[in-house]
């Protein structure tokens, strides 16, 4: 199961609107087509809208035809910018494509195609080095509540916070997972479909029954990822991780953030000073085309803050770190890449 592939200007996405009943490939080669199919979630999670708009770029090299190839180049990287406002990995990874735009057309095409699978490929051993360090965690009997889908369609591959989960299963060893249904876009449902896929034991629950599992004693840590981790350890995650967060503290489960350093925005004080995203009402209003509710005022924020206080550890590829400013400072003058 890959969510995003390319080959020579094509880059193909696995349509997540349609999953899990689904299993449509979408082929783009055009980056307006591209920045649209971020918007509308066909390919989503963190660190698969970086890895999609690098590649977004390099598609849209291939669309210049005259004039000013910087100028046209500015405007595909300033279109795709615009596309979602909370992941920080976004303008990441259109930085370090930007990076590698020269006057000449055809040598920026084969180097914004061989930066865009590089970006691939670190977030693919990004993900097995976080899941490497969280595996220790994951072991026989142990049962995980996980939000949203920090998974391999999230991402290049293995996901963040579910790669400790395909480690361990490799290795045999057998744990429970229950994935919360993440409403209003039901992304826990996709965490579910990729794990069950691969065999591993995953129960659904819908977001209000997480507290209940923690208050039976049932969960032996909290795993979720993260779109922006701020300078003081807040992280912004999918809605409803701060209740879990706040739930978990309340019951004394272990609460951890997969975060690859990517992901880490350090121009940000606090949590409270990244963008969140705020969707349309008809996510809320209706399940798919079906109207569940009345059409009336609708307030449907995607992401919300996780204040560091609550958060057991923050995971990335570099290993555990306290959620703070001095440990995170740390982590990047150790010459961490942002
Ligand atoms: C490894 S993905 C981490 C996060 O991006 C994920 O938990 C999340 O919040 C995704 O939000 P989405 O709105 O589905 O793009």
């Avoid at 094509?10 to 997540?16: A, E, G, I, K, V």
């Avoid at 180097?111 to 490929?121: C, H, N």
């Avoid at 976080?130 to 220790?136: A, C, P, S, T, W």
């Avoid at 509540?145 to 045999?172: K, M, Q, V």
Wanted: glycine share 6%.
């Amino acid at each position: 199961m890959k969510a995003i592939s390319y080959k020579e200007g094509q880059l193909t996405l696995l349509d997540q609107t349609a999953l899990p009943h689904q299993t449509v490939y979408r082929t783009y080669t055009e980056h307006e087509k591209i920045a649209r199919a971020i918007e509308d979630m066909v390919v989503r999670g963190a660190p698969a809208i970086g890895i999609t708009a690098a590649y977004g770029v390099a598609v849209g090299a291939r669309e210049y035809q005259r004039g000013s190839f910087r100028e046209h180049m500015m405007r595909v990287i300033e279109r795709l910018q615009h596309t979602r406002p909370t992941a920080v990995n976004l303008h990441w990874a259109l930085r370090r494509v930007h990076a590698v735009i020269t006057e000449n057309p055809a040598e920026t095409i084969q180097a914004l195609e061989e930066e865009a699978a590089q970006i691939f490929q670190e977030d693919q051993a990004i993900n097995l080095a976080i899941g490497q360090h969280l595996k220790r965690l994951v072991t026989d009997s142990s049962a995980f509540l996980i939000h949203c889908n920090p998974g391999r369609l999230a991402t290049s591959d293995y996901g963040t916070a579910t790669a400790p989960f395909y480690l361990a299963h490799e290795e045999g060893t057998q744990f429970k997972v229950y994935s919360g249904e993440t409403r209003p876009r039901l992304q826990g449902a996709l965490t579910a479909y990729e794990l069950s896929q691969a065999g591993i034991d995953v129960t659904i629950i819908t977001d209000s029954t997480a507290a209940t599992l923690m208050q039976q004693g049932k969960i032996t840590a909290v795993f979720v990822g993260c779109d922006r981790v701020a300078a003081n350890g807040d992280v912004v995650n999918k809605i409803g991780t701060l209740p879990l967060a706040i739930t978990a503290h309340y019951f004394n489960v272990p609460f951890y953030v997969a975060a690859p350093t990517p992901t880490f925005d350090l121009s940000i004080e606090d949590g409270g000073a990244i963008p969140i995203e705020e969707r349309h009402a008809t996510e809320v209003t209706h399940l798919r085309d079906q109207a569940v509710t009345i059409e009336g005022a609708v307030y449907n924020p995607a992401f919300d803050i996780t204040p560091a206080a609550l958060i057991t550890a923050i995971v990335t590829e570099q290993g555990a770190i306290e959620p703070t400013y001095e440990a995170i400072q740390n982590l990047f003058s150790k010459g961490e890449k942002q």
